[in-house]
């Protein structure tokens, strides 16, 4: 069995996850709650019919615990002007909660 969730809101950007049970994924920093309930389901699949939201599935949540916080590879913004001896270097790396999917529950 499997489902695609989507995680985030508007205002960080809703990201899709195609997951199963014992799946770990990285998603945006949620709080320090080490349950979480993903109750956006956009598609299920339990091995002989699959089901498709509009947008999404009526009484299917995704349960999964946060295992702690990692940070992504660095990513460097280099601005560079010809001739001006102007030049900035800037580095970030984002945060993510890894979390594991403990359950599919199907209502």
């Known amino acids: 069995m499997y489902a695609i969730i989507e995680t985030g809101t508007k205002d960080t950007g809703g990201k899709q996850f195609r997951v199963q049970e014992g799946d770990i994924i990285d998603v945006d920093l ?17 091995g002989n019919t699959p089901q ?32 001006k001896n102007y030049r900035r270097k800037i580095g970030h790396r984002q945060r993510y909660s890894r979390i594991k999917i403990t359950k599919i529950a199907v209502g």
């Open 52 to 83: 498709v939201g509009l947008p999404h599935l009526p009484k299917c949540v995704v349960h999964a615990e946060v295992i702690g916080e990692v940070k992504g590879p660095k990513v460097i913004a280099y601005k560079y002007k010809k001739r």
């Open 30 to 46: 949620v709080g320090s709650d080490q349950q979480l309930a993903f109750d956006k389901v956009l598609f299920l699949h339990d």
